[in-house]
């Protein structure tokens, strides 16, 4: 199954993509060519560059953080209390039409 | 006519020089050359999740198809380059194309040593380093099979996590004293030791193999006078750089192509980064990394070289393995003068070593243990003094001393 994510840009461009369950929201905008997203590691949660901002509403359907993930972001640039890494975020059914948006650097 | 780029190597550094070579405003046509038969991608999860089978092949692409076209890359796959013609400008490939350039880009990575002993050659003998390779390690990588891995270093390591994960019998030889020998301070091959044998896995130190036997195929390992047997043979006893077309063109090569920190060789109309180089490292010292950090970083550097916007290489190299739910986190280079520092109790399987120089901070390794990570690679970086008390004092969070 495939879901929609849109990543916005942190100039305002928004894309929409479909991504199949199980990959990463990160995957999601390195695969399809957005901008913002660095991911050095490939999805490894060793490096924090690939941290997204999402809107509260969706924040109750995310998992919650791992202890890793949690101390990662607490180093990223930018940080707020939306942030999250987006490649600790598996798509699933319930976050069809996610909206995620990007920083302006990951570094 | 814009000038165009050559760029030999479809790996990490090969593709990052890509994408900063657009990012930095290069318009000219890009071709870049791979011996593989897969466009770049991702070499870390092989010996991970893709040999667990938890990691499809399609993920593992560092861009989506379509990016080449976009991106203005022209892409030849199965192919390597056999000579540069410096005088000409010009690649010749190996199918007989010439490809002139006005600026090269030699991506070339590193290529598995092989074992020389006896029986080396046996099928059932396997080295990890592409895709080929582990598909072929997959097809024989069952429960129940006994796997001889031999080098205990990240490599054989991981595969010796996943193998047991998997329930296949996994032995380790590893010809040093103590495991990852080259990569970490003995505290972590200690506790790394320990955990491996909480999960099955047999560890022979001190333990170099002389040969393999077995009719039309390994099925056994002869190491420190003994037999033992096996179904698989995994080796995993480094790599070398893949030097030899910049040799053979008269570039200054020591084990690695030799660069400067703007990632140039000697002629004006070459770069080469990642695995392959050789360069002065941020504290002045000759070095040849083989990381994802320094392909990425190094390839940067090459692009901004190559639009004449020169800046200095000096990040910290950082490295990461996953081995069972352990992760190993390093920031900069250690050295066997340093004094160690440990933070928090390995007993816990989250603590950390930090690597004191003249009483700064030269490198941290971290087991599950973000902060240290992530706060000793930036004391690394900007080469500040913590003291050893300070450092080993759980009760002070990390964030008090960047």
Redesign the interface.
């Known amino acids: 199954m495939k879901y929609k994510v849109t990543y916005i840009e942190d100039s305002g461009k928004a894309h929409t993509v479909e991504l199949a369950e199980g ?1 990463s929201l990160m ?1 999601g905008a ?4 957005i901008p913002g997203i660095d991911a ?3 999805g ?5 560059t690939c941290q997204v901002y999402i809107a509260p509403e969706w924040q109750a359907k995310l998992p919650p953080k791992s ?2 993930e949690e ?2 972001l ?2 990223a640039p930018d940080v707020k209390p939306t942030s999250r890494l987006s490649c600790q975020l598996r798509m699933e059914a319930e976050l069809d039409g996610i909206v995620l948006n990007l920083p302006k650097s990951q570094h | 006519m814009a000038e165009n780029i050559v760029i030999i190597g479809a790996g990490q550094a090969g593709i990052q020089a890509v994408e900063s070579l657009r990012k930095e405003g290069f318009t000219g046509p890009i071709t870049m050359v791979g011996d593989e038969a897969y466009p770049p991608y991702q070499r870390p999860p092989l010996s991970k999740a893709y040999l667990l089978g938890a990691f499809e092949r399609a993920r593992l692409f560092l861009k989506a198809d379509n990016y080449y076209a976009e991106a203005g890359c022209e892409l030849i796959l199965n192919t390597s380059a056999k000579a540069i013609h410096r005088a000409e400008r010009m690649v010749e490939l190996n199918d007989g194309r010439k490809l002139a350039y006005d600026k090269l880009l030699l991506a070339t990575g590193a290529r598995v040593r092989k074992l020389r002993c006896p029986g080396a050659d046996l099928p059932g003998v396997h080295y990890l380093k592409t895709i080929a390779d582990v598909d072929g390690l997959q097809a024989v990588f069952q429960a129940g099979k006994r796997i001889a891995i031999v080098g205990g270093g990240y490599i054989g390591l991981e595969v010796a996590a996943v193998g047991a994960k998997r329930g296949l019998d996994v032995t380790v030889f590893e010809a040093m004293d103590r495991l990852m020998a080259r990569a970490v301070s003995p505290v972590l091959s200690d506790f790394y030791a320990r955990e491996h044998e909480k999960a099955g896995v047999k560890l022979k130190l001190n333990t170099g193999v002389e040969g393999f036997e077995g009719n039309g195929k390994v099925e056994r390992v002869i190491a420190g006078g003994k037999a033992y047997d096996a179904d698989i043979v995994l080796v995993g006893i480094g790599v070398i750089p893949c030097q030899e077309l910049a040799q053979d063109a008269g570039l200054a090569c020591t084990d690695g192509i030799v660069v400067d920190q703007n990632a140039r060789t000697a002629d004006p109309h070459i770069w080469a980064a990642g695995d392959c180089t050789r360069h002065t490292g941020r504290e002045g010292q000759e070095i040849r990394l083989e990381c994802v950090q320094n392909a990425i970083d190094q390839a940067k550097h090459a692009a901004l070289s190559m639009t004449d916007k020169h800046k200095t290489y000096s990040e910290v190299p950082w490295f990461w393995s996953d081995q069972y739910d352990l992760k190993l986190q390093i920031a900069g280079l250690a050295r066997p003068t340093d004094t160690l520092v440990l933070r928090g109790d390995p007993a816990t399987r989250k603590f950390a070593v930090f690597h004191l120089r003249d009483g700064k901070v030269a490198a941290v390794e971290a087991v599950n243990a973000a902060p240290e990570y992530m706060i000793g690679k930036k004391l690394v970086a900007e080469g500040k003094a913590v003291a050893a008390e300070t450092l080993a004092d759980l009760s002070i969070p990390m964030k008090q001393m960047a």
């Open positions: 990959w995957e390195v695969k399809h060519l050095d590691c490939g490894a949660c060793a490096c924090a202890e890793m101390t990662m607490d180093f």
